[in-house]
């Protein structure tokens, strides 16, 4: 699934492309997505209207038209939002399509159908019910060890699964939550409540880096992603443990081990992330 990382490569690579633009014509092709789309309203907010800015939130892309509307896009799964000259054929799986003035057609394309779209006031994102419930993003501003902390005030989560809480912290997935701990040296199941000021210091920093590393990259494409120019990602390349059961740490050398978490793959080095101590042991250490 497309991470934050890869939605904002996604709005970075389309912006300078469709900033006043005007939506000449909107084509539902095919309705059937996680939520259907709807035909009347797509219709009715964006015909006709020019983009007036792109923006990200987590990892849905908003893109505001004249007149106060928003486009929301989720890639879901394998969804790829790319712009093509008007006269390409039709792909498969293409759902939705805006062409616009400047003779090409912005086009999402969802083969397994898990991606949304549709068209809502601008002034009403906020309360949307997809967005209400989201946790703070860490690059605008970015984390620091204190906010961190703060969220994780009374957590006993496994520190994997409270930075994949999109209630408590927006955007980070399995992927960057992966490389972020492993760069932090915190085992993915050590329980985020329990870490040190100079622990959550270092995580943060970490998520912070590898975020920002991974756009600088053009975002991780291990199955379907790619920008809106049809680029693939290349932080792939750059993965120290996610994928890597098995291999030497680039780290330390030791082997990298995989553990699954509520249905997840988690991929740590047991040499630089050492597995948390059973409640237990710790009372009679103390």
Sequence with gaps: MPELPEVEVLRRSLEP???GRRIDRVEVLS?????????????????GRSVAALRRRGKYLWIDVSGGSTLVVHLGMSGRLTLAPAVVPREPHEHLALRLDSGERLRLR?????????????DELERDPHFAHL???PLDPPLSGERLAELALGSRAPAKAFLMDG???VGV?????????????????????????AAFARLARAIVEVLEQAIREGGT?????????????YFQVSLAVYGREGEP??????????????????FFCPRCQRPPRPASRRMRSR
Excluded at 31 to 47: G, I, S, T, V, Y
């Design 249 to 266: 740490c680039p780290r330390c050398g030791a082997r990298v081990r995989r553990l699954v978490q509520a249905n997840r793959s988690s």
């Design 221 to 233: 494409t291990l199955n379907d992603f790619a920008d809106g120019e049809g680029n693939a990602g």
């Design 173 to 197: 997935g399995n992927i960057y939550a992966t490389e972020a701990l492993h760069r932090a040296r915190i085992h993915p199941a050590q329980p985020i409540g329990s870490l040190a000021p």
């Design 135 to 137: 946790g703070p993003e």
């Design 31 to 47: 309705p059937a997505l996680r939520e259907p789309l709807d035909r009347r309203a797509l219709k009715r907010r964006l015909a």
């Design 17 to 19: 492309r469709l900033l």
């Design 110 to 122: 969802d083969p397994r159908r898990f991606g949304l779209a549709y068209a809502t006031p601008t």
């Design 167 to 169: 209630q408590r912290l």
